[in-house]
């Protein structure tokens, strides 16, 4: 009969900060991130002013939408920038995870907001679709160019940030669904122009709303498995993982693996050994920690030895 081996003490790991795929620090980057999300931010944050004042303009209900999708992401960044300087903050008595979650709370919230979004340029494009409005090409067709250079330039910037964090990812992603909304709402309005086909605005507004909401969809999907303590891996790989490494390990049971943050990552488990192999129980614990690591970049591990049966 398997039992627990009489031993109170848990021996984990030493808490160390976790690192990426190549390697670096948990932290290694943040300043660097800061600075791309400023200038994105700033950058963003005035052409969605000039297109939301040209599209109300114009009268061009694509643009407007398109603008909308730029505010939600000058919110986003302006969100992610503060979750980042937030989550730097040092580890308190009441916060032992420090505040890495806040830049996942941040997605959240965008998540939400841009949610809310689409639902607003549904509404609009019906009501369009019932009243059919003219706009104004021209200024449509230079408002939206405006757009799309900017687009290539912030996700250029974006470019060289940290895709692993989950803000700074979407960032990027949402970054170029801006830039596919503006090429979009281009080519409408030169269609337009030569056609008079007005309803195609709604249309294509419609379409950067699909675009929006996947995106929406996405963010709020990993933001939420993370928030409620979702696995980063999957915990019958990581023991089939174990098993296989490790031939004197009889069992692992009682898996738990959560994120606190990107590439941040906590694991607590059960090893069952045979009693004979009793002179490895501090090898086990010290091994199986550094091939987490390594295998599936789990840098903070405690793990319970267990014996098949007890030790006389």
């Not at 002013?49 to 909308?68: F, K, M, R």
């Amino acid at each position: 009969m398997t039992c627990k081996y009489n031993d109170n003490h848990h021996h984990p790991l030493p808490i160390k900060p976790s690192k990426d795929k190549n390697g670096h620090n948990h932290d290694h980057g943040t300043l660097k991130d800061k600075k791309l999300l400023k200038l994105s931010f700033a950058i963003t944050f005035v052409v969605m002013i000039v297109e939301i004042v040209g599209g109300i303009y114009v009268n061009s209900l694509a643009l407007i939408s398109d603008a909308i999708h730029m505010f939600t992401h000058a919110f986003a960044l302006g969100l992610s920038l503060f979750a980042l300087i937030i989550s730097t903050k040092e580890i308190d008595d009441e916060k032992s995870f420090g505040y890495h979650r806040a830049e996942v709370l941040a997605a959240f919230i965008n998540g939400l907001t841009i949610a809310l979004s689409v639902l607003w340029i549904v509404y609009e494009a019906i009501m369009r679709l019932l009243h059919p409005e003219e706009i104004l090409v021209t200024a449509t067709i230079w408002i939206a160019t405006l757009g799309l250079v900017v687009n290539v330039i912030t996700g250029l910037i974006l470019l060289r940030a940290n895709h692993d964090n989950i803000n700074i990812k979407s960032a990027f992603l949402h970054m170029l669904a801006d830039t596919i909304s503006s090429a979009a709402i281009i080519l409408g309005a030169i269609v337009i122009y030569y056609t008079q086909f007005y309803i195609l605005d709604t249309i294509l507004a419609l379409l950067v709303a699909i675009v929006i909401a996947k995106w929406a969809k996405d963010l709020l999907s990993n933001s939420i498995h993370v928030l409620l303590e979702g696995s980063p891996h999957n915990t019958q790989e990581i023991k089939s993982a174990i098993l296989e490494e490790f031939e004197h390990v009889v069992d692992v049971h009682d898996i738990h693996c959560w994120e606190i943050s990107h590439n941040y990552y906590y694991l607590t488990c059960h090893i069952v050994l045979d009693s004979k192999e009793a002179k490895l129980y501090n090898d086990t614990i010290v091994d199986v920690g550094k091939f987490l690591e390594d295998k599936f970049n789990i840098g903070h591990v405690t793990i319970q030895i267990e014996f098949s049966k007890l030790i006389v």
